[in-house]
């Protein structure tokens, strides 16, 4: 089975993610809860129809701007699971306004979401999933894995001949920091 850097390059859902975006460090509290939302969207679906309605999810999202995620109430979830635009599934989107209340109150435990990540980074994927599961609605290994992935706190994103593998090296993501072992 072919990995994302042998297919996501000549693609065009997929070419600007894996080009500019996937494994490159973050540390925007709205990215990173765009790419938990994502990935949460993405749960028994495939990742092109996360990317092909990305633009109307992040303007339904209000951009996942956190306070007014967090804010949202009933007639939210019922505009957001009334837009054909999105993925629309009851839980993920409850999933996604919980888990926006839990990061803001990262702000004060640990100063957002980015000093909660780098208060438990590093960890092996497994430890990684249990703080997840413990702490966030709808976070599987996969969900876990391939956000933390995507925002440069895990490796795996793309092979070392891959062009941008060199692109991801040059931006030192917290996961090349450490020794490799942690991750097993």
Known sequence: MPDYCDYAPDDPVHQSYHATEYGFPTTDESVLMERLALEIFQAGLSWGIVLK???????????????????????????LLDNA???RN????????????????????????????????????????KLFKKTFKFTGGEITGEFLMSTGYLPGTHRENCPIYAKVKALSPPWMQVDPAIYG
């Open 90 to 129: 009851r839980l993920k989107v409850h999933a996604i306004i919980h888990n926006a209340n839990v990061i803001k109150g990262f702000r004060e435990s640990h100063g957002g979401f980015t000093g909660w990540i780098i208060a438990h980074h590093p960890m092996a994927k497994p430890d990684w999933v």
């Open 85 to 87: 635009g999105i993925i």
């Open 53 to 79: 309605k990305r633009a109307a999810t992040l303007d339904a999202f209000d951009g996942f701007e956190i306070d007014k995620v967090a804010a949202y109430g009933d007639k939210d979830v019922a505009r």
